[in-house]
């Protein structure tokens, strides 16, 4: 495989680092404490290039987890999606998944500094991404570390006539290092919970989630929410150490999964619950009208 570029950012006011990778779509691989990584590292890159099974914080772009058929339309368009082809990739049940971003290798970085990272997708000039997804815009992703604080900001400009439906997301994996996972807590606001069906798609019921702290001693997730307000905290904590994941504006949807078989947690930012690019019920940026979402990682 490729010996992929990786562009390292640097807190200015302390020993946190964080690591990108622009040509393997803009995926974040590493979130240092000096020598403490908390990011979830899974397969590592070279599974997320070659298969794209997700690792640290990769982006899920332009809809975040599963559709439930090959087909959607927006805006009047009629959309068919092709596992295999145009970055479309299917999960075990045939759906497509995660969008079509992975492991892009044709985001362009426009500025970069010690702790600052941004690049750009203009879907309008990639042929092979407007396949999949007709609607053309730059996709803007800023990246800054400052404070303890990974800042990611993610910004939709329509480039056309047509509105650019908003239903992407990020699989952040967070680990604790030096504590064993049955000395983790979750804490979690109140949302609404989304009850789906054996393909993990939303299934039209909820019940109201009032969050709170739990410990994951014995607790697995695999969840979907919506309802989820500007500037909702998760936190993630064992011995001395916390994350904190904010959803600082345009994420109203999220997902959590926290395997068993695995000492990691994903807190997934989503600009739109599961399937709503199919469904419907998700916000468009307008033309002339730029939409960005937002979210954080501190680590204390």
């Known amino acids: ?10 807190d200015p006011s302390s020993a946190m680092t964080a690591t990108f990778v622009p040509t393997a779509g803009m995926i974040g691989t590493s979130l240092t404490d000096g020598d403490e990584e908390f990011l979830g590292q899974r397969r590592g890159l070279d599974a997320y290039v070659t298969a794209g099974k997700t690792m640290g914080i990769p982006i899920l772009y332009p ?38 971003l992975a492991a892009y ?8 500094s010690e702790n600052s990272l941004t690049a750009i997708i203009d879907f309008g000039e990639k042929p092979e ?6 609607f053309p815009h ?7 570390l400052a404070d303890r604080k990974l800042t990611i900001e993610t910004t939709v400009t329509p480039t056309a006539t047509a509105p650019v439906p908003l239903c992407f997301g990020y699989h952040p994996y967070f680990t604790i290092p030096g504590a064993p996972r049955d000395q983790w807590r979750l804490t979690t606001p109140s949302m609404r919970h989304l009850l789906v069906d054996s393909r993990g798609i939303p299934a039209g019921e909820y019940e109201q989630w009032d969050g709170g702290v739990e410990s994951l001693v014995s607790v697995t997730y695999d969840d979907g929410f919506d309802e989820v307000p500007d500037g909702a905290v998760f936190t993630l904590a064992g011995g001395a150490r916390r994350i904190d994941v904010e959803f600082e504006t345009g994420y109203p949807a999220a997902q959590l999964f926290a395997p068993g078989t695995d000492d990691l947690v994903a807190i997934e930012p989503m600009a739109a619950p599961t399937d709503a690019l199919r469904r419907g019920g998700y916000r468009s940026a307008a033309p002339g009208q730029p939409a960005a979402a937002r979210f954080s990682i501190t680590v204390n």
Not at 129 to 134: E, N, S, V
């Open 63 to 100: 809809w975040a987890n599963r559709l439930s058929a090959n087909e959607y339309k927006s805006n009047g368009t009629a959309v068919t999606l092709t596992p295999g082809e145009g970055g479309v990739r299917a999960d075990e049940h045939g759906l497509p998944i995660h969008g079509v």
């Open 105 to 112: 290798s044709g985001w362009e970085v426009t500025a970069q």
């Open 1 to 10: 495989m490729a010996d992929f570029e990786r562009v390292t950012l640097r």
């Open 138 to 144: 730059v996709l803007t992703q800023a990246v800054t």
């Open 129 to 134: 991404l407007l396949a999949a997804f007709p």
